[in-house]
């Protein structure tokens, strides 16, 4: 059974700082790509950064320079650092592991952590 668990949320100030983390199990953790991904209400989910098996990243421009992404093979756990926090980036964080092998492909989804940016 696979799966991953975020945890880290709350709620902060602008300008503050949160560690968003997600424990996988089920998983061949290390060749997975792992990503966050964020929905605000009324918004469209979103991707915010992914790490790939090999340790390359990609963010979204509304996070970069802000945000980091990392992996730990050795604890199956991908964590999210985002520093100078914004209102904006109030939403629901999620972790998400996805894999392809030719025209197959895995995708596991976490239950969410909740986000509010808010003086």
């Known amino acids: 059974q696979v799966q991953l668990v975020e945890s880290g949320g709350g709620l902060v100030q602008p300008g503050g700082s949160l560690r968003l983390s997600c424990a996988a199990s089920?998983?061949?953790?290390?060749?997975?790509?792992m990503g966050w991904y964020r929905q605000a209400p009324g918004k469209e989910r979103e991707l915010v950064a992914d790490?790939?098996?090999?340790?390359?990243?990609s963010y979204a421009d509304s996070v970069k320079g802000r945000f980091t992404i990392s992996r730990d093979n050795a604890k199956n756990t991908v964590y999210l650092q985002m520093n100078s926090l914004k209102p904006e980036d109030t939403a629901v964080y999620y972790c998400?592991?996805?894999?392809?092998?030719?025209?197959?492909?895995?995708?596991?989804w976490g239950q969410g952590t909740q986000v509010t940016v808010s003086s």
């Open positions: 089920g998983i061949v953790f290390r060749i997975y790509t």
């Open positions: 790490i790939t098996s090999g340790g390359s990243t």
């Open positions: 998400n592991a996805k894999i392809s092998r030719g025209i197959a492909s895995w995708e596991y």
